[in-house]
């Protein structure tokens, strides 16, 4: 018995799709629309390289940007710090659109002075936190000169950090968007934005130093 | 686990309050789905269907903003099969929620809409006349001034005698507003510490602390200052914020700290905020249109540094900054940071409130770091059989008890310790 109607109903003939009449199906036609959805990432397109044929500034950029995560890397501060020109200023945002940090929080906004004052902290014999075994390496990449104007040069590079505290690692992804002018033939950073990936996801303990 | 007046002395307790799972879980039980907890700022779901997901205890909720304009704080679980409805961590539903599972639809007040294919459920005990068709609702749901917070439990007292006196931490962020509103600013900072939650509610009115855990980014931030200023500049009020960790454990001893029922507890202190410059000048003269002389001098010069809302809430209402504790397990918490913008003031004057939060409490924190470190080490310290108890001896007997306020003696009285170890036997007793 149980097998002839097991049979029988394996033999139906039903089509569950391409049901040419209905117009609407599943939640849609209980709620259609429920949400307002946001035009998918409806933004400027990021900018080409603007120097393809410089292969030289390409060059000097990539080795400027290198240096820098060797100092970043090898706690070299003091050095770090002067690669920043006296107007110059480390700038972590909350969002990818922000852009200001005088008006809205930002995760890291110093100047050189208030970069000073994390450099001495975290050399302090009593920082606390710095007891634990700490180290960062940093790997760049996609760097792509966006533009080149009045001495300036606007860089863009994907970063991807990782850190030791303790026993622990953690990393950290994003961009650097750098404003480098030229001061004795030298590159120094008019402006380090470091827009993080998992900058608003929970943080598992702080971030210490520069990334 | 040892009987709750085993495990709390008067001048000292059992570690095992810091690291034992089935006290934490007596205590999410007891405590925090239980009481009055904090979700959010009203202003953080100005429009209709706007929701923003919180946690209250075990239980994830959802904060939202109804069609009648009412703040609604539901369960976030289709009462159906239980998946949960919000996936994002905030934003807007339109009028509905749906259920991504089998589009069940619940109005914003949690109530049911639409059940697909409802026929099917003809002659069972569901549908829609069945109240456990609509999505759960936390017991209460009440504001002071804007802050919302949730009761999981139909009994106990109102919101308002659950703040008692540690209202003035809501009371004192408003009032420096002429218009007497905040509103949020509309980022969250999350920090996780691996550390029981009792540590940071400690230390918030732990006065002894700040100069010696704070001591390298007061002393750096100090050095700079004295240098802006020999240069003949004028250093940003910000590095005052900073170089004041280093202040001198004599001048840490001269404020009070004022303990309240219910574990609540406040810092007295006055953080330096009024300069003589043209904003300040501006903003005390709005004040004073704003309430007479005599009101706007009042909120302006109260002494305070922090308000606690035991157990969970750190306010620092001078700055606006407030930080609210989800615990996670006995030995790991999650920390929310918000700030507020003082409504009818100028950029000028908010910009004191973000310097601090972008200092103080952002994940870039030069100070909150070497917290971190001390209760990430005090808890491990407090895992091992290294000792039994914790002490919490200092000015023990100085106390003064007004009102059944409990006035310490010192700024670095333990009594922080012994009001808030006294609440929470009350809790965990199921006395409170």
Same mark, same amino acid.
């Given at each position: 018995?149980?097998?002839?109607?097991?049979?029988?109903?394996?033999?139906?003939?039903?089509?569950?799709?391409?049901?040419?009449?209905?117009?609407?199906?599943?939640?849609?036609?209980?709620?259609?629309?429920?949400?307002?959805?946001?035009?998918?990432?409806?933004?400027?397109?990021?900018?080409?390289?603007?120097?393809?044929?410089?292969? %030289?500034?390409?060059? %000097?950029?990539?080795?400027?940007?290198?240096?820098?995560?060797?100092?970043?890397?090898?706690?070299?501060?003091?050095?770090?710090?002067?690669?920043?020109?006296?107007?110059?200023?480390?700038?972590?945002?909350?969002?990818?659109?922000?852009?200001?940090?005088?008006?809205?929080?930002?995760?890291?906004?110093?100047?050189?002075?208030?970069?000073?004052?994390?450099?001495?902290?975290?050399?302090?014999?009593?920082?606390?936190?710095?007891?634990?075994?700490?180290?960062?390496?940093?790997?760049?990449?996609?760097?792509?000169?966006?533009?080149?104007?009045?001495? %300036?040069?606007?860089?863009?590079?994907?970063?991807?950090?990782?850190?030791?505290?303790?026993?622990?690692?953690?990393?950290?992804?994003?961009?650097?968007?750098?404003?480098?002018?030229?001061?004795? %033939?030298?590159?120094?950073?008019?402006?380090?934005?470091?827009?993080?990936?998992?900058?608003?996801?929970?943080?598992?303990?702080?971030?210490?130093?520069?990334? | 686990?040892?009987?709750?007046?085993?495990?709390?002395?008067?001048?000292?307790?059992?570690?095992?309050?810091?690291?034992?799972?089935?006290?934490?879980?007596?205590?999410?039980?007891?405590?925090?789905?239980?009481?009055?907890?904090?979700?959010?700022?009203?202003?953080?779901?100005?429009?209709?269907?706007?929701?923003?997901?919180?946690?209250?205890?075990?239980?994830?909720?959802?904060?939202?903003?109804?069609?009648?304009?009412?703040?609604?704080?539901?369960?976030?679980?289709?009462?159906?099969?239980?998946?949960?409805?919000?996936?994002?961590?905030?934003?807007?539903?339109?009028?509905?929620?749906?259920?991504?599972?089998?589009?069940?639809?619940?109005?914003?007040?949690?109530?049911?809409?639409?059940?697909?294919?409802?026929?099917?459920?003809?002659?069972?005990?569901?549908?829609?006349?069945?109240?456990?068709?609509?999505?759960?609702?936390?017991?209460?749901?009440?504001?002071?001034?804007?802050?919302?917070?949730?009761?999981?439990?139909?009994?106990?007292?109102?919101?308002?005698?659950?703040?008692?006196?540690?209202?003035?931490?809501?009371?004192?962020?408003?009032?420096?507003?002429?218009?007497?509103?905040?509103?949020?600013?509309?980022?969250?900072?999350?920090?996780?510490?691996?550390?029981?939650?009792?540590?940071?509610?400690?230390?918030?009115?732990?006065?002894?602390?700040?100069?010696?855990?704070?001591?390298?980014?007061?002393?750096?931030?100090?050095?700079?200052?004295?240098?802006?200023?020999?240069?003949?500049?004028?250093?940003?009020?910000?590095?005052?914020?900073?170089?004041?960790?280093?202040?001198?454990?004599?001048?840490?001893?001269?404020?009070?700290?004022?303990?309240?029922?219910?574990?609540?507890?406040?810092?007295?202190?006055?953080?330096?905020?009024?300069?003589?410059?043209?904003?300040?000048?501006?903003?005390?003269?709005?004040?004073?249109?704003?309430?007479?002389?005599?009101?706007?001098?009042?909120?302006?010069?109260?002494?305070?540094?922090?308000?606690?809302?035991?157990?969970?809430?750190?306010?620092?209402?001078?700055?606006?900054?407030?930080?609210?504790?989800?615990?996670?397990?006995?030995?790991?918490?999650?920390?929310?940071?918000?700030?507020?913008?003082?409504?009818?003031?100028?950029?000028?004057?908010?910009?004191?409130?973000?310097?601090?939060?972008?200092?103080?409490?952002?994940?870039?924190?030069?100070?909150?770091?070497?917290?971190?470190?001390?209760?990430?080490?005090?808890?491990?310290?407090?895992?091992?059989?290294?000792?039994?108890?914790?002490?919490?001896?200092?000015?023990?007997?100085?106390?003064?008890?007004?009102?059944?306020?409990?006035?310490?003696?010192?700024?670095?009285?333990?009594?922080?310790?012994?009001?808030?170890?006294?609440?929470?036997?009350?809790?965990?007793?199921?006395?409170?």
């Amino acid at each position: 018995m149980t097998e002839s109607r097991l049979r029988k109903v394996l033999l139906e003939d039903v089509v569950i799709f391409g049901n040419e009449e209905a117009s609407t199906t599943g939640a849609q036609s209980i709620a259609p629309d429920h949400v307002a959805r946001r035009a998918y990432r409806d933004t400027e397109l990021p900018a080409r390289a603007s120097v393809r044929s410089k292969m %030289e500034l390409q060059q %000097e950029v990539e080795e400027f940007l290198f240096y820098q995560s060797e100092l970043l890397d090898g706690q070299h501060w003091q050095a770090y710090i002067d690669l920043f020109a006296s107007d110059g200023v480390y700038w972590m945002p909350v969002t990818l659109d922000q852009t200001e940090w005088l008006d809205s929080p930002s995760i890291f906004a110093e100047d050189k002075n208030l970069m000073r004052v994390r450099f001495e902290r975290i050399t302090h014999p009593n920082a606390w936190s710095q007891a634990a075994e700490w180290s960062l390496s940093h790997v760049l990449g996609n760097i792509v000169i966006e533009s080149e104007q009045n001495d %300036e040069v606007h860089t863009r590079a994907r970063f991807h950090v990782m850190e030791l505290r303790r026993d622990t690692v953690r990393h950290f992804g994003g961009t650097y968007h750098h404003t480098l002018v030229r001061q004795d %033939e030298e590159f120094r950073i008019k402006l380090q934005r470091v827009d993080l990936m998992n900058g608003q996801a929970p943080y598992d303990f702080v971030l210490q130093a520069w990334l | 686990m040892l009987p709750i007046s085993e495990l709390v002395e008067p001048d000292r307790v059992h570690h095992t309050v810091y690291t034992d799972p089935e006290i934490f879980d007596r205590e999410i039980e007891n405590i925090w789905e239980k009481a009055w907890i904090y979700c959010g700022h009203e202003s953080q779901i100005p429009n209709r269907g706007d929701f923003y997901t919180v946690q209250i205890g075990k239980q994830p909720m959802i904060m939202v903003r109804g069609k009648d304009n009412n703040i609604h704080v539901l369960y976030n679980r289709c009462p159906h099969r239980g998946t949960q409805l919000c996936g994002a961590r905030s934003g807007n539903t339109g009028s509905t929620f749906v259920c991504s599972y089998h589009a069940w639809t619940f109005n914003l007040d949690g109530r049911i809409k639409g059940i697909p294919m409802a026929h099917g459920y003809d002659g069972t005990r569901m549908g829609y006349d069945n109240p456990s068709c609509s999505v759960k609702t936390a017991a209460r749901v009440e504001a002071y001034r804007g802050f919302v917070f949730a009761s999981l439990k139909h009994d106990g007292e109102t919101l308002e005698d659950f703040l008692g006196e540690a209202r003035i931490a809501f009371d004192d962020m408003c009032d420096r507003s002429p218009v007497g509103e905040v509103e949020v600013v509309p980022v969250c900072h999350r920090v996780i510490q691996h550390s029981n939650w009792k540590f940071f509610m400690e230390n918030q009115l732990d006065a002894l602390h700040p100069s010696v855990t704070h001591q390298s980014t007061g002393i750096a931030a100090g050095r700079i200052e004295q240098e802006l200023k020999k240069k003949g500049e004028t250093p940003p009020l910000y590095y005052h914020y900073l170089s004041t960790f280093a202040s001198s454990f004599e001048k840490w001893d001269s404020v009070q700290t004022v303990n309240l029922p219910l574990g609540h507890g406040i810092l007295t202190g006055y953080m330096g905020l009024r300069p003589d410059d043209q904003d300040t000048k501006e903003y005390v003269q709005a004040m004073y249109k704003a309430y007479g002389e005599e009101r706007a001098e009042e909120y302006l010069g109260r002494s305070i540094h922090h308000v606690l809302v035991y157990p969970y809430l750190s306010v620092q209402s001078s700055l606006q900054q407030l930080r609210c504790l989800r615990p996670i397990s006995a030995n790991k918490t999650m920390s929310e940071i918000w700030h507020f913008r003082l409504k009818g003031v100028s950029t000028a004057i908010y910009r004191r409130s973000l310097w601090y939060y972008n200092l103080v409490n952002s994940p870039s924190t030069m100070v909150n770091a070497d917290d971190l470190e001390n209760w990430a080490r005090g808890q491990r310290g407090l895992e091992s059989d290294g000792g039994d108890w914790v002490s919490f001896h200092r000015n023990y007997g100085s106390d003064t008890i007004e009102d059944g306020v409990t006035y310490s003696s010192t700024g670095m009285s333990e009594g922080v310790m012994r009001s808030q170890f006294s609440a929470w036997s009350k809790y965990m007793e199921g006395s409170s």
